[in-house]
T-cell receptor
């Protein structure tokens, strides 16, 4: 599976939009891009998943360019409670349960 | 949404003893579940894939005789850490795919194991 690279940490003020970019140069045709959020001492929580172009849900947007070699998770108007680690994963759609390989993640710190 | 639970949420045991951690899918069936380990300030590391009705498959470097996995039913997988040592102290997390597609997974809340 394609290895992902994302910034180790980011800082933001409350109310700002935060964009976290992930690179996955070796992504394959059957691969999807998925983002998870993890708070300390909790299991990760699924945020959003996409294949190409733009996907939006109630908490975030995911932008994927045409070559799919990168993706950007956009969190609108972050609050203190968005302080967490965000993981970008490439997952292969094989029709059965897929193993998830977590990279280092991006530690987002939101302050007032 | 789908819920995955783990029990216990934390456990302290003495070196040399065994500890069993349960992972349950509460409102859906999971023929496959995954077990991860996470050390402080580090990412999740996949340990093994738990398969209902068959043997678990372990990732490279994970001792299958030390980390026993049993997928007893479509809603329950257990991880037993045998002959625990202090270096086994970690945060253990399980996950289960919600649907057959597999790319959206639901994670349990984790189990904090401390071996003294």
């Amino acid at each position: 599976l394609a290895k992902t690279t994302q910034p180790i940490s980011m800082d933001s003020y409350e109310g700002q939009e935060v964009n976290i970019t992930c690179s996955h140069n070796n992504i394959a045709t059957n691969d999807y891009i998925t983002w998870y959020q993890q708070f300390p001492s909790q299991g990760p929580r699924f945020i959003i998943q996409g294949y190409k172009t733009k996907v939006t849900n109630e908490v975030a947007s995911l932008f994927i360019p045409a070559d799919r070699k990168s993706s950007t998770l956009s969190l609108p108007r972050v609050s203190l409670s968005d302080t967490a680690v965000y993981y970008c994963l490439v997952v292969r759609n094989t029709g059965t349960a897929s193993k998830l390989t977590f990279g280092t993640g991006t530690r987002l710190q939101v302050t007032l | 949404g789908a819920v995955v639970s783990q029990h216990p949420s934390w456990v302290i045991c003495k070196s040399g003893t065994s500890v069993k951690i349960e992972c349950r899918s509460l409102d859906f069936q999971a023929t496959t579940m995954f077990w991860y380990r996470q050390f402080p300030k580090q990412s999740l590391m996949l340990m093994a894939t738990s398969n209902e009705g068959s043997k678990a498959t372990y990732e490279q470097g994970v001792e299958k005789d030390k980390f026993l996995i049993n997928h007893a039913s479509l809603t329950l997988s257990t991880l037993t850490v045998t002959s625990a040592h202090p270096e086994d102290s970690s945060f253990y997390i399980c996950s289960a795919p919600h649907l057959a597609g597999g790319y959206e997974q639901y994670f349990g809340p984790g189990t904090r194991l401390t071996v003294t």
